[in-house]
C-alpha cells in the first residue's frame, strides 16, 4: 500500500515490466539492476513496511530427495533429548538430596535444551513428512526470537555452572554462605533477563524491514540473518547486530568459564590425596563434556558460515538442524552417566513407577 493511488498504479506497472524483463533476460546483470530499482522504490516512496503473509521454508536444499530418511533419525533424537531431559528435571524436583545449586542449574539446563530442540525440531519434522513448508511471518519471528534467546541462555547458564563449581573447589568453606538460595534466584534471573534484553531487539529489527522480494527461506527453521536478507532494504543493523552483540556475549562466557576452571584445576592440583584430586575433578567431568559438546559445534557452525563458502549450502544446513537437537539429546546422558546422585535418583523413580504400576494392576 502506498498513500497516493496513482503512484501505487505506476509502481505496479514498473513492478511487473522489471519482473517481465528479469524472466526475459539470460543477462546476471540484469537481475542486479531491477533488484536495485526495486529497493530503490521500496525505500524512497512513502510504503508502509510491507510483510508477507508467510514465508517458505524449503527444508534442506539439495537433500530433499532424503528428507523422509532424515526425519527418523530427527525423530529419534528429538524424543531423546525430551523424554531425557523431561526425566532429568522429573528426578531433580523429587530428589531432596538433589535440591542444591548445582542440579538448579541443571534443570535449568534441561529446560533450556526442551524449549530449543522444541522451536525447531516439530517444523522440521511437518517439512519433512508432511510437506508443511508455509510458517507465519509471526511465527518466524518467534521462532527466530526462541532460538537465538536459548542459545544465548544456555550460554549464561553454563558459566553460572562454572561459577557454582569455582565456589565448591577453591572456597568450599563459604559455598554454603555464598551460593544461598537467594542468590541462586538472583543468578537465574539475571540469566533470563540478560537473554531477553539481547535477543529482544531482534524483534524490532525484523519487523522494521520491508519483503518485496522472495519469501523462500532456504532452511528448515527461521534465523535472523537468514530472514533479514529476504529484505530489500539495507540490512547493516541486523548483520552487525545479529552477530557482534550475541557472539560478544558468548566469547566473554567462554572466557569467564575457562577463567574459571583454570583455577579450579590450579586448585585441585594442590590437593594433598589422590582421591581428593579424583573427586572434585569427577564433579566436573560432565559439565566439562557438556560445555565442549555446546560450545565446539556452535563456534565450528559459526565460522563454517564465515568461511566455508566452498562448502554445500546443504551441509550448512544440516549442521545447523544436529546443533539444535544433538546437545539436547546428550546432555541428560552425560549428566545421567557420570554423576552417581542422578543415577541414583532415575533408578529410584524407576522403581517407584514399577512399583506403583504393579499396585494398580492388582487393585
Same mark, same amino acid.
Given at each position: 500500500?502506498?498513500?497516493?493511488?496513482?503512484l501505487?498504479f505506476?509502481?505496479?506497472?514498473c513492478t511487473q515490466?522489471?519482473?517481465?524483463?528479469?524472466?526475459?533476460?539470460a543477462?546476471?546483470?540484469?537481475?542486479?539492476?531491477i533488484?536495485m530499482?526495486l529497493?530503490?522504490i521500496?525505500?524512497h516512496?512513502n510504503?508502509?513496511?510491507?510483510?508477507p503473509?508467510?514465508?517458505?521454508?524449503?527444508?534442506?536444499?539439495g537433500l530433499e530427495?532424503y528428507?523422509?530418511?532424515?526425519?527418523?533419525?530427527?525423530?529419534?533424537?528429538?524424543?531423546t533429548?525430551?523424554?531425557g531431559?523431561?526425566i532429568?528435571?522429573?528426578?531433580?524436583?523429587?530428589?531432596?538430596?538433589?535440591?542444591?545449586?548445582?542440579?538448579?542449574f541443571?534443570?535449568m539446563l534441561?529446560?533450556?535444551?526442551?524449549?530449543?530442540?522444541?522451536?525447531?525440531?516439530?517444523k522440521a519434522?511437518?517439512i519433512?513428512w508432511?510437506?508443511?513448508?508455509d510458517i507465519a511471518?509471526?511465527?518466524c519471528?518467534?521462532?527466530?526470537?526462541?532460538?537465538?534467546?536459548?542459545?544465548?541462555?544456555?550460554?549464561?547458564?553454563l558459566?553460572a555452572?562454572a561459577?557454582?563449581?569455582?565456589v565448591?573447589i577453591c572456597?568450599?568453606?563459604?559455598?554454603?554462605?555464598?551460593?544461598?538460595?537467594?542468590?541462586?534466584? *538472583?543468578? =537465574?534471573? !539475571?540469566i533470563v @533477563?540478560?537473554s531477553?534484553?539481547?535477543?529482544f531487539p /531482534?524483534?524490532f529489527?525484523?519487523?522494521? %524491514?520491508p519483503?518485496c522480494q522472495?519469501?523462500?527461506?532456504?532452511?528448515?527453521y527461521c534465523?535472523h540473518?537468514?530472514v533479514? *536478507?529476504? =529484505?530489500c !532494504?539495507d540490512? @547493516?543493523?541486523?548483520i552487525?547486530?545479529g552477530?557482534s /552483540?550475541?557472539i560478544v556475549m558468548?566469547i %566473554?562466557?567462554?572466557?569467564l568459564?575457562?577463567?574459571s576452571y583454570s583455577?579450579?584445576?590450579?586448585?585441585?592440583?594442590?590437593?594433598p590425596?589422590q582421591? !581428593?584430586?579424583h573427586?572434585?575433578?569427577?564433579t566436573?567431568?560432565s559439565?566439562?563434556?557438556?560445555?565442549l559438546?555446546f560450545?565446539v559445534?556452535?563456534?565450528?557452525t559459526?565460522?563454517t558460515?564465515?568461511?566455508?563458502h566452498?562448502?554445500p549450502?546443504h551441509v550448512?544446513?544440516?549442521?545447523?538442524n544436529?546443533?539444535?537437537?544433538v546437545p539436547?539429546?546428550?546432555?541428560?546422558i552425560v549428566?545421567g552417566v557420570?554423576?552417581?546422585?542422578?543415577?541414583d535418583?532415575?533408578?529410584?523413580?524407576f522403581f517407584?513407577?514399577m512399583?506403583?504400576?504393579s499396585a494398580s494392576?492388582?487393585g
Amino acid at each position: 500500500m502506498v498513500q497516493k493511488p496513482m503512484l501505487s498504479f505506476v509502481i505496479s506497472v514498473c513492478t511487473q515490466r522489471c519482473f517481465l524483463f528479469l524472466c526475459l533476460s539470460a543477462d546476471s546483470s540484469a537481475s542486479v539492476i531491477i533488484e536495485m530499482i526495486l529497493k530503490y522504490i521500496m525505500i524512497h516512496t512513502n510504503f508502509t513496511i510491507f510483510h508477507p503473509a508467510v514465508f517458505v521454508l524449503l527444508g534442506i536444499p539439495g537433500l530433499e530427495a532424503y528428507h523422509v530418511w532424515l526425519s527418523i533419525p530427527f525423530c529419534l533424537m528429538y524424543i531423546t533429548a525430551v523424554l531425557g531431559n523431561s526425566i532429568l528435571i522429573m528426578v531433580i524436583i523429587t530428589e531432596r538430596n538433589l535440591h542444591e545449586p548445582m542440579y538448579f542449574f541443571l534443570s535449568m539446563l534441561a529446560i533450556t535444551d526442551i524449549l530449543l530442540s522444541t522451536t525447531t525440531v516439530p517444523k522440521a519434522l511437518a517439512i519433512f513428512w508432511l510437506h508443511a513448508h508455509d510458517i507465519a511471518f509471526d511465527a518466524c519471528v518467534t521462532q527466530v526470537f526462541f532460538v537465538h534467546m536459548m542459545f544465548v541462555g544456555e550460554s549464561a547458564i553454563l558459566l553460572a555452572m562454572a561459577f557454582d563449581r569455582f565456589v565448591a573447589i577453591c572456597i568450599p568453606l563459604h559455598y554454603k554462605t555464598m551460593l544461598t538460595w537467594p542468590v541462586v534466584g *538472583r543468578i =537465574a534471573v !539475571a540469566i533470563v @533477563t540478560r537473554s531477553f534484553c539481547i535477543i529482544f531487539p /531482534v524483534i524490532f529489527l525484523l519487523n522494521r %524491514l520491508p519483503f518485496c522480494q522472495t519469501n523462500i527461506i532456504p532452511h528448515s527453521y527461521c534465523e535472523h540473518i537468514g530472514v533479514a *536478507r529476504l =529484505a530489500c !532494504a539495507d540490512i @547493516t543493523i541486523n548483520i552487525w547486530y545479529g552477530f557482534s /552483540v550475541p557472539i560478544v556475549m558468548v566469547i %566473554l562466557d567462554v572466557i569467564l568459564i575457562a577463567v574459571s576452571y583454570s583455577l579450579i584445576l590450579r586448585a585441585v592440583f594442590r590437593l594433598p590425596s589422590q582421591d !581428593a584430586r579424583h573427586k572434585a575433578l569427577s564433579t566436573c567431568g560432565s559439565h566439562l563434556c557438556v560445555i565442549l559438546m555446546f560450545y565446539v559445534p556452535s563456534f565450528f557452525t559459526l565460522l563454517t558460515h564465515r568461511f566455508g563458502h566452498n562448502i554445500p549450502r546443504h551441509v550448512h544446513i544440516l549442521l545447523a538442524n544436529l546443533y539444535v537437537v544433538v546437545p539436547p539429546m546428550l546432555n541428560p546422558i552425560v549428566y545421567g552417566v557420570k554423576t552417581k546422585q542422578i543415577r541414583d535418583g532415575v533408578v529410584h523413580r524407576f522403581f517407584d513407577i514399577m512399583a506403583w504400576c504393579s499396585a494398580s494392576s492388582l487393585g
